[in-house]
């Protein structure tokens, strides 16, 4: 069993948390659509990760 203190996005996911905060602060997105949005990123994010 491996331990480990810390996991780690998707490679990609930084730029997309940068890019949301930065819409969310400036009020473009609402909370709903960062969630939404988030949730999609990571989708595609870890399926190409999967499929190295």
């Known amino acids: 069993m491996k331990l480990t203190d810390r996991v780690y996005p998707p490679n990609?996911?930084?730029d997309v948390m940068a890019r949301?905060?930065?819409d969310i602060l400036a009020g473009t997105f609402t909370v709903k659509e960062l969630s939404v949005n988030m949730k999609k990123e990571?989708?595609?994010f870890f399926?190409?990760?999967q499929n190295k």
């Open 47 to 49: 399926g190409q990760q």
């Open 42 to 44: 990571y989708a595609h």
């Open 20 to 22: 949301n905060g930065q």
């Open 12 to 14: 990609g996911m930084y």
